[in-house]
């Protein structure tokens, strides 16, 4: 059974920075391709980044790059999302996801290539 836990949202002040996590457990992660997707209230969900499972290719979306860094420790089945410079446009409930199909690269954050959804972990910044 696959799960996807996430961890380390919050509520930080604009300019501030969090940590994500999403620990996972029963999937192969090591040839896995994984994301972070958003959703704010009234909103669609949105993707947000991909890495690729060896780390070597990663995607943003415009109006994160430049400050979301996400990466992954395969070692740990863990994938992380580094979040600096926070605007209050960034509140949202964040979810990992993963891809049911081994491999594959980020040149985009489509959810329809993702099978696999945790619960999300809420991201609330203050003006």
């Known amino acids: 059974q696959v799960q996807l836990v996430e961890s380390g949202g919050g509520l930080v002040q604009a300019g501030g920075f969090l940590r994500l996590s999403c620990t996972t457990s029963?999937?192969?992660?090591?040839?896995?391709?994984m994301a972070w997707f958003r959703q704010a209230p009234g909103k669609e969900r949105e993707g947000v980044s991909c890495i690729s499972p060896s780390s070597a290719s990663t995607y943003y979306a415009g109006s994160v790059k430049g400050r979301f860094t996400i990466s992954r420790d395969n070692a740990a089945n863990t994938l992380y999302l580094q979040m600096n410079s926070l605007k209050p446009e960034d509140t949202a409930m964040y979810y990992c996801a993963a891809r049911r199909t081994p491999w594959g690269i980020c040149n985009s954050v489509d959810q329809t290539d993702f099978a696999y959804w945790g619960q999300g972990t809420q991201v609330t910044v203050s003006s």
């Open positions: 029963g999937l192969a992660f090591t040839t896995t391709k």
